[in-house]
Every structure is written in structure tokens, then in C-alpha cells.
């Protein structure tokens, strides 16, 4: 046995508390989650088992599968929207504004637009809240400044602007995270492909379309691995800003687990959602990588 493999083994001994640990908090409590699922249980008391019937309540609950579909549509905003829109920003970041106007602009925008997926969620979601207030956020008070009063809405207490705004917002969130990943992408591509492009004449958005995006295919496929799966799992937003509502117009899965485990002491319930949750993502994450393998997008 070489003496690297002997050193490589000497440190898994170093990971196994931090895998212990890990494994006990997170398995362990996934674990308990699908026992409570299988139970009728208020948070007090003895577990009352009853099979699958939680499950059999979700299939006929109308806000689980709208919880769902919302989910679903945030997937635009903080998965598709966000990528095309990043992979844009990027390109004018690095082929553009870099060159001509130098690194320190080009960093300062970067940081810029990085900087709301640095801030926590919370105070995003209050900040967004105070903009969106229909009587004193700045939002509404600029539209009738400029004396466009008709789309001056309450835009968090109506059922079809609320998830209008609230997708608004994590576009806003997310951008920043896949311009800094592009960017770094288009830091490793070949320049002589570019520069071949631009001799026979091509346009920068035919370089960028032709040249640029087939070679950010792995970096895309990460971002868009990410960010789905957080947008499945979307809950702080929702729970700041508009607790699912109004009516069930934002309503989401996270959210509706935490409602029934929290709110309605209908544990059992809370817990067969999660489990329902966490299953999908799991499945999700699963299909995802392995296309990305067949499609040779991994590195």
C-alpha cells in the first residue's frame, strides 16, 4: 500500500465526526419526519398511527397541488429568467465593459449585482415589502409621481399581482449569482474560437449565441441544477412577505408543510408534505445530473 493511499485514509478519520454528526442531524431527523407522517400527532402527546391516510388527504387537497404549481412557476423566476438574463449580463461584463472601461468597473458590477445573494432572506423580503406597500412603499409613490396611478397596485394584497412581484424579487435575488458563475465560466474559454468568429466577420451577439453559450453549456447546467432545487424548496420569501397569500396565491410547498406543522398542530400532515417534498427534489436532483452526465456536461 503507497504511503498517499495510507494518508488518504488517515484523513477520512478526521471527517467522520463532521459525517457523524451530519448524518445523525439531517438522516436521522428525515427519518423521524416519514415515521410523523405516518401518524396523526399535534406536537403533544403519543403519535397516533394511521397509514397512509395523510397521504390520501394530499391527493385530494387543492392547495397541496396549487402549493405545487407555484413552485413550478417559481422555477421561471429563479431558474430560467435568471440564467438568460445572467448569462447577457455576463457576457456584456466580461466582453464588453471589461476591455473598454477596465477590471474595476467590470468588479464593481459584479459585486453589485452579487450583493442581494449575500443578504438574508428576511431582511430581503422586508425591504421588498416596504417597496411594495401600496399607500407608502416607493414603488407605488413613483408611479404616481410620474402619473401612472392605474399601476399603482396593492401589489402584495391581490391575488394577481402577488406572485408577479414576489417572482420579480427573486429574479432580482438570483441574477447575481449566475452572472458571477458565468463570468468565471468565460474566464476558462478559448479566446483563438472568438477571435476566429470575429475575423470571418461575425456580429458580438452572433459570437456570443455561436461561440459563448455551447462552451458555458457544464456552467449552465449547474445553475440551473441550483436553482431549481431552490426554487422547490422557496419558503423565506413567501413567509415574510405574504404567509402563502392572499388566499392560497402564493402558497407553496415549504410553506404549507410549516403552515400544518405550526399553525394547524396537524404535525402528521406537515410531515407527509415534506416527505412528498423532499422525495421529488431528491428525484429531481437525481434525473437532472444524470442527464447532465449522458449529455457530457459534467467536468
Excluded: C
Aim: overall charge neutral; glycine content about 8%; proline content about 4%.
Amino acid at each position: 500500500m503507497s504511503t498517499q493511499v495510507q494518508q488518504t485514509k488517515q484523513y477520512y478519520w478526521y471527517a467522520l465526526p463532521g459525517v457523524a454528526a451530519f448524518g445523525t442531524l439531517v438522516g436521522g431527523s428525515f427519518l423521524y419526519n416519514i415515521y410523523l407522517s405516518f401518524n396523526s400527532w399535534q406536537g403533544i402527546g403519543k403519535p397516533e398511527w394511521i397509514g397512509l391516510e395523510n397521504y390520501q388527504n394530499l391527493i385530494h387537497d387543492r392547495v397541496f397541488w396549487v402549493s405545487f404549481l407555484h413552485a413550478f412557476e417559481f422555477i421561471f423566476a429563479m431558474s430560467i429568467a435568471p440564467s438568460a438574463i445572467g448569462l447577457l449580463i455576463g457576457a456584456l461584463i466580461y466582453d464588453l465593459i471589461a476591455r473598454h472601461f477596465g477590471n474595476a468597473i467590470s468588479t464593481f458590477l459584479r459585486v453589485s449585482l452579487y450583493i442581494p445573494q449575500i443578504i438574508a432572506l428576511p431582511v430581503v423580503g422586508i425591504l421588498w415589502a416596504w417597496m411594495l406597500s401600496p399607500n407608502i412603499g416607493v414603488i407605488n409613490t413613483v408611479l404616481r409621481k410620474i402619473g401612472l396611478d392605474v399601476f399603482a397596485l396593492n401589489w402584495l394584497g391581490e391575488a394577481g399581482s402577488a406572485m408577479v412581484a414576489l417572482s420579480i424579487m427573486m429574479i432580482w435575488i438570483q441574477v447575481g449569482y449566475t452572472v458571477v458563475i458565468f463570468i468565471s465560466g468565460m474566464s476558462r474559454l478559448d479566446p483563438y474560437l472568438d477571435e476566429a468568429a470575429q475575423l470571418d466577420g461575425a456580429t458580438w451577439f452572433e459570437r456570443f449565441r455561436i461561440v459563448t453559450i455551447p462552451q458555458l453549456y457544464p456552467e449552465i447546467a449547474v445553475v440551473l441544477l441550483t436553482t431549481t432545487v431552490a426554487a422547490l424548496k422557496v419558503f423565506g420569501p413567501v413567509y415574510v412577505m405574504t404567509n402563502g397569500g392572499p388566499g392560497d396565491a402564493t402558497q407553496v410547498p415549504a410553506y404549507f408543510s410549516y403552515f400544518h406543522f405550526f399553525s394547524t398542530t396537524r404535525v402528521g400532515y406537515g410531515a407527509s408534505i415534506a416527505t412528498v417534498l423532499a422525495l421529488l427534489l431528491t428525484v429531481l436532483a437525481i434525473s437532472l445530473l444524470r442527464l447532465q452526465r449522458k449529455l457530457g456536461l459534467m467536468r
